[in-house]
């Protein structure tokens, strides 16, 4: 269903959009979409600290 998308109906999509949230709009738009693919990559990608890194013991901290 979803590969049936071709160019004529990307232009369709892209005219709602355009008409819906104006010129201006989509650059701030594509700049958060952008950024938020980039933090969900990164998130994605690291290791997971809490099993990397062992947990501190904070009585250790208070007794000295």
Known sequence: MLGDIG???LLVIFI???VLF????????????G???R????AFQEP????????HDEDKNLRS
Do not use: H, N, S, Y
């Open 16 to 18: 709602i959009i355009l």
């Open 35 to 37: 950024e938020a693919l």
């Open 39 to 42: 933090g969900f990559r990164k």
């Open 48 to 55: 997971d600290r809490a099993i990397v890194e062992p947990p």
């Open 7 to 9: 160019l004529p109906e």
């Open 22 to 33: 104006g010129p201006g709009k989509l650059p701030d738009m594509g700049k958060a979409i």
